[in-house]
Nanobody, 121 residues
């Protein structure tokens, strides 16, 4: 019913920047919130940043001032601008969308397949 697709990952040197994008599509009535999570090898999946349809944002302490989340509500798209990247930012980055689908009234979570971000030292 809902597809979530990330793009924009890749290999970058420390200190560089990347911009991730994520689009939600399908039988969507509304997208309540969207966000980014990341998972490094051997670690759990952790919150990076979230943004509501009203523009309220929440960041992990480790990325505040370094990453910026933004959203295009009309396009059901969320972005993550990542600056001053460090090797410890290396992870698979997953997009999450809390979506109300056609015929329902409560949001459900949908996940993308993930995009690899690798920061070399």
């Amino acid at each position: 019913q809902v597809q979530v697709v990330e793009s924009g990952g890749g290999l970058v040197q420390a200190g560089g920047s990347l911009r991730l994008s994520c689009v939600a599509s399908g039988s969507i009535v509304s997208v309540v919130a969207m966000g980014w999570y990341r998972q490094a090898p051997g670690n759990q999946r952790d919150l990076v940043a979230t943004i509501t349809s009203g523009g309220n944002t929440n960041y992990a302490a480790s990325v505040k001032g370094q990453f910026t989340i933004s959203r295009d509500n009309a396009a059901n798209t969320v972005y993550l601008q990542m600056n001053s990247l460090k090797p410890e930012d290396t992870a698979v980055y997953y997009c999450n969308a809390a979506v109300v689908v056609t015929g329902t009234y409560r949001p459900n979570d949908y996940w993308g397949q993930g995009t690899q971000v690798t920061v070399s030292s």
